[in-house]
């Protein structure tokens, strides 16, 4: 079984939580990006996203073509892919629950996207400033407490022993909530300064993560695209403040 994974070159963005699963768990993938043979770079990956008698064609990157299939959407495509790989549990109900808590982090993503993106994707940064710090402080003052302590009640309520999201074992959520959190800390280092201690079991499961041996393999290779000003997770600085954690 061949995986290709379609996203826009230079970025790690929603793609990188597709990633995180085949490296965590060693399973080999083909990434179409820019500078690869004819078809295979962005030529290929827009040629692939438009085609016009396309069945199941993707709105838009990451998607992922397996066999004759294409399968778009980060979280639909780790549902897909957690089983195969070995990233969720056996039962109907654990793959409904990671799925679920899955949803609950690309809500989440959106959501700081739009807080340097407040009124359309295809402005410039400099073309909405003003908006962005309206909706920045509406992000760092109730979303994220909100959406961190919920992960960490899930993390407190777990019953089983390790630290993990669901069940006793690391998830794909779990490799999520690891990429959410290092984004946060790229993008507001001062804000996130409180982190650890007001989300004490978050940062733990964050910690196991970058643990895992293929992941820490993964962290200080080439392959892991440096974070940057033209991904979901941004640093600016007059956005960023003192934590309120």
């Known amino acids: 079984m061949t995986f290709e ?4 070159p230079g970025l790690q963005g929603r793609g990188e939580f597709v990633r995180l699963a085949f490296e965590a768990t060693g399973t080999s993938y083909v990434e179409i990006v820019q ?3 004819p078809g295979q770079g962005m030529d290929g990956l827009l040629r692939t996203m438009d085609d016009p008698v396309c069945t199941d064609p993707p709105f ?9 299939e294409l399968i778009g959407q980060t979280a639909n495509i780790l549902a897909y892919l957690g089983p195969l790989l070995g990233l969720v549990g056996e039962s109907p109900r654990a793959r409904r629950w990671v799925n679920q808590l899955q949803l609950t982090l690309a809500d989440l993503v959106a959501e700081v996207h739009d807080a ?3 009124i359309a994707s295809r402005l410039y940064y400099s073309n909405q400033r003003m908006e962005a710090r309206k909706r920045t402080a509406e992000l760092i003052d109730y979303r994220l407490p909100k959406f961190l302590g919920y992960f960490e009640r ?3 309520n777990n019953p089983y ?11 794909y959520a779990d490799l999520s909530l690891f990429q959410v959190v290092e984004g946060l800390r790229y993008a507001f280092p001062r804000v996130m300064s409180g982190f650890a201690k007001a989300f004490p ?6 910690d196991a993560v970058a643990r895992v041996p293929r992941i820490a393999a993964y962290l200080k290779s080439s392959r892991r695209t440096p974070f940057n000003t033209t991904g979901i997770f941004r640093h600016y600085k007059e956005l960023d403040r003192a934590s309120p954690f």
Do not use: I, N
Request: proline share 10%; hydrophobic share 40%.
């Open 5 to 8: 994974l379609f996203y826009w």
């Open 35 to 37: 500078g690869k043979p």
């Open 60 to 68: 838009a990157p990451p998607f992922l073509r397996v066999g004759d």
């Open 116 to 118: 340097h993106h407040p």
């Open 154 to 156: 899930v993390l407190a």
């Open 161 to 171: 022993a390790g630290g993990w999201l669901s069940e006793g074992a690391m998830s």
């Open 201 to 206: 079991r978050c940062q733990a499961t964050h």
